[in-house]
């Protein structure tokens, strides 16, 4: 059970993040967002793994995971704020949400075990997610579709690889030191070049955004950290159904109509993780 709280609970984080990302990726340029924020992730998680300490697994092996799982989520944040810039949410987040059935796949060729009768419902859950998400109507444009959606893929293969060296990283140094390694990497890599070459933009309109990106980013990280210590696959791919639960946020407060697939992917979400929940108790 406590892997699919982690899982759901950094859905909901990450809802948050798509929602602010998609409005804020509008207004400012993509790497003056993603230093935005991961200055923001810094102060907010820095003071955590100083209390917490250096971990005593600390060593060669577990930096490597420390420099993927960097390297993973910044190079993820990059392409999908891109992708948010030209294509739509309903579009681009699909896509983007299948970043857990990456790590998941990841763990399993890994070795992790995954019961046959786990399998079944995590697949239903993911194929829920896809139908929940998917956007009604057709999108403008055909080559910014493409685009987008090619910017969204590669995101979802960095962040695939990223939550795997996360989850790797929680269950080796604790879940403190596993939120801190892409705020360092985007700090030193995005912000202080931009920084240095005075090419860091942000406005006030974009700013409440993206710091509630920031914030919640970390919060995602933190809870889906905690769930991948108890079963890495079963978090990563309830932490995807950010892209449903993004859908289900526009019905219910954007005033947006969903198409009769979506309510099929929502029944097919909420039936799974009914089902994943009672084999876990």
Request: proline share 4%.
């Amino acid at each position: 059970m406590l892997a699919i709280a982690g899982g759901l609970g950094a859905a909901l984080a990450w809802t948050v993040t798509t929602i602010t990302a998609a409005r804020a990726s509008k207004l400012i340029d993509s790497w003056s967002m993603v230093a935005t924020v991961m200055v923001v992730g810094l102060i907010v998680s820095i003071p955590t793994a100083a209390i917490s300490g250096v971990p005593a697994g600390l060593n060669r092996h577990s930096t490597t995971w420390l420099v993927v799982a960097g390297f993973g989520n910044v190079a993820g944040l990059l392409f999908a704020y891109s992708s948010y810039r030209i294509g739509k949410v309903g579009l681009v987040a699909p896509i983007i949400s299948t970043e857990g059935a990456v790590a998941a796949v990841i763990a399993v060729f890994a070795g992790e075990h995954l019961a046959p009768r786990e399998g079944i419902p995590l697949l239903a859950i993911a194929a829920g997610v896809a139908l929940a998400a998917a956007s009604p109507g057709k999108p403008e444009g055909r080559r910014k579709e493409i685009e987008a959606g090619l910017l969204a893929g590669g995101a979802a293969v960095c962040f695939g690889f990223g939550l795997y060296a996360t989850a790797r990283v929680g269950q080796n140094l604790g879940i403190a030191w596993a939120v801190l390694p892409p705020r360092v990497v985007g700090v030193a890599v995005i912000a202080l070049p931009l920084a240095l070459a005075r090419r860091w933009r942000m406005t006030w309109e974009a700013l409440p955004y993206v710091v509630a990106c920031g914030i919640f980013e970390v919060v995602g990280f933190a809870l889906y950290a905690f769930g991948a210590r108890h079963g890495l696959a079963v978090s990563a791919v309830l932490a995807s159904q950010f892209a449903a639960i993004s859908t289900v946020f526009g019905y219910l407060f954007l005033r947006e109509r969903l198409a009769q697939v979506q309510v099929a992917g929502v029944v097919t979400i909420v039936v799974g993780v009914s089902v994943l929940g009672a084999l876990h108790n």
